[in-house]
């Protein structure tokens, strides 16, 4: 495990290079993000361990961040005055773009991986834009009507994206419909639903609503969304059927999940961190199948899919807030960042058991 400490920041998002296997920024803020400065940090990883690269001090908290897929130089990041920066390493101090829309704090921030000429952003003040690196303007702001904690492009479309917010909802949005219909809105699952009933088991009934922090896109099932929030549980939700209720429940977190991701390599595997100070790596089960016969076996109640965890990593000591798959080398590698004002870089296999 290799460790690098940001010392007077604490970590809020980490992501790996598209383009190098060995570069990592790190978005961070001052005083736990209450007041203060930003600093996105540009890391190498080296023979010699984790070593600074460049670094840029913005005015306010810096909470997400997202590599360009355009250009192995730029950054994009979300900061807490209600801009975006793009930044580019090449280059030093400043940004090479500043965007000033958002009315509120901006926390998500979104590369296309499609498109790869867009970017989207979300925000406290309940809307998700839509921009280009390359204009002056957003290029389509839609309305969620609620605190979005998270936004993201499908991986494997250029026109859906999706939000997670405070009320609750998972929201799917195509590009493609008409603006005057719903603001482009094509689903709204309640991430609180009754999931579906078992042969023997109780229904648990609907859990209250609760603040969504995180989502992802699973890299290989197109349909496939897992998100999470404040209620601790991680849920998957196939989008082909968005009145069944979530397809897998992964409880075990202690506290609020903060960032969920996929893996790039699996099908069924995702990573958690949360403010247990945990980082968990899970299997939604469906690699194994997900049939009666596994759901019977699990030792908890709310658990289903036949999903688990397949370990965890501790070594945290405040809220772990970011955690990011390695694309490249061997299977396994990720980072993650937390309050502790530490990035630790770790292989997934030895926290399995």
């Known amino acids: 495990m290799l460790e690098f400490r940001t010392q007077g920041f ?30 996105l940090y540009i890391l190498g990883l080296t023979p010699q361990g984790i070593r600074p690269e460049k670094w840029f001090d913005t005015q306010d908290s810096l909470y997400d961040l997202s590599w360009s897929e355009t250009h192995e130089n730029q950054v994009v990041v979300a900061v807490g005055d209600g801009s975006i920066k793009l930044f580019d390493i090449a280059l030093n101090d ?31 003040d309940g809307t998700v834009k839509i921009w280009s690196p390359y204009r002056p303007d957003s290029l389509v702001t839609i309305p969620t009507h609620s605190c979005t904690y998270s936004a993201s492009f499908s991986p494997h479309s250029p026109t859906i994206l999706s939000s997670v917010s405070s009320d609750s909802h998972l929201r799917i949005f195509d590009l493609r419909t008409p603006p005057s ?84 390599h699996l099908s069924d595997v995702l990573l958690s961190a949360s403010y247990d100070m945990t980082c968990r790596v899970w299997t939604d089960g469906s690699a194994m199948g997900n049939g009666i016969e596994a759901n019977m076996k699990l030792p908890d109640p709310m658990a289903l899919g036949g999903g688990r965890e397949l370990g965890r990593m501790t070594r945290h000591t405040e809220f772990a807030t970011g955690v990011d798959w390695c694309l490249f080398g061997a299977e396994g590698w990720c980072a993650s960042c937390g309050w502790d004002e530490r990035l630790l870089v770790w292989d997934v296999r030895a926290v399995m058991g």
């Not at 296997?21 to 600093?39: C, E, K, T």
């Not at 404040?230 to 968005?242: E, K, L, N, S």
């Open 10 to 39: 604490n970590g809020y998002a980490v992501k790996y290079s598209p383009f190098f296997d060995s570069r990592i920024a790190v978005a961070s803020a001052a005083n736990f993000g209450l007041v203060g400065n930003g600093r």
């Open 94 to 124: 400043f940004p090479v773009q500043s965007w000033q829309e958002h009315k509120r704090e901006v926390f998500a921030v979104h590369w296309n991986l499609v498109a790869k000429d867009t970017f989207c952003s979300s925000s406290w």
């Open 181 to 264: 219909i719903s603001n482009h809105l094509t689903l709204s699952i309640p991430l609180h639903a009754s999931p579906p009933t078992r042969p023997g088991i109780p229904p648990p009934g609907a859990m209250p609503p609760s603040e969504a922090l995180t989502h992802d896109w699973n890299k290989y099932r197109d349909s496939i969304v897992a998100a999470a929030g404040v209620d601790r549980m991680i849920r998957t939700f196939d989008i082909r059927a968005p009145h069944q209720g979530p397809v897998a429940t992964l409880p075990g977190h202690g506290y609020a999940v903060r960032k969920v991701t996929w893996s790039p």
